[in-house]
């Protein structure tokens, strides 16, 4: 009988088996390094975008109780957990609000399948009561699962903003607003900017609502943090 390892051909297929073997295992271990790498680099990414925007680590949600359009009760909570883009405004508004809403319900439509949710406040507790706000939310469509809107005392909304968030709001009485039952109402100048709040209440980001391209980045932001959430 012949020995293999005495055999020419034995042996090169021997070292062709094995070389073949190694190639496999380099292989492996390059498309396990690969995955290892790719899940670093998008955790990484999402929880870059958690981190807030540089000059907004003083910003914060104070504490408030606010009532939303069903009725009930909200506290400074309903951020806990949750990614949420929150704005402000009012239901009567003539000029920034309609696009700052339209804006808010693209965001809306565009992260269905992450777990952002949203949050309107109002700046006219006045004329913004619960049944007000229920029908300014089914008038523009808004997904009730994921909005919560909110009204509640001016001078509470006020010092939210501006000892919370460092912006500014201003009752102008020199621009009044006529109302469809024939009254007016002044203008209210609020901040026109989408601000993200993160799970921790953590003031993220202020984006301009009139600038649809930071609209996207905001988008995309919410996009690569909700990772964090699957």
Request: proline share 8%; glycine share 6%.
């Amino acid at each position: 009988m012949t020995d293999p390892e005495s055999n020419p051909a034995a042996r090169s297929w021997q070292s062709w088996r094995l070389l073949g073997t190694l190639v496999a295992l380099a292989i492996a271990a390059a498309a396990l390094a690969v995955t290892t790498t790719v899940f670093a680099t998008r955790n990484l990414d999402a929880k870059l975008a958690l981190q807030p925007e540089p000059g907004l680590d003083a910003l914060h949600i104070p504490v408030f109780a606010m009532t939303d359009q069903r009725g009930e009760t909200v506290t400074e909570s309903v951020f806990d957990g949750n990614l949420t883009i929150l704005e402000f405004g009012f239901t009567h508004c003539p000029a920034a609000c309609p696009v700052m809403m339209d804006q808010m319900l693209r965001l809306q439509d565009d992260l269905i399948d992450t777990p952002a949710r949203f949050v309107f406040v109002s700046v006219d507790p006045a004329h913004d009561t619960p049944k007000r706000l229920a029908e300014y939310a089914q008038e523009n469509g808004v997904d009730p699962t994921r909005w919560t809107l909110l009204t509640g005392a001016y001078d509470d909304v006020a010092a939210w903003l501006t000892e919370g968030l460092g912006l500014s709001l201003e009752q102008q009485p020199q621009s009044p607003i006529n109302l469809d039952d024939g009254s007016t109402m002044p203008n209210i100048a609020h901040p026109t900017h989408l601000i993200l709040v993160g799970p921790d209440r953590t003031i993220l980001g202020l984006t301009p609502a009139f600038a649809p391209d930071e609209v996207d980045r905001l988008a995309q932001r919410v996009k690569a943090a909700s990772k964090l959430w699957k």
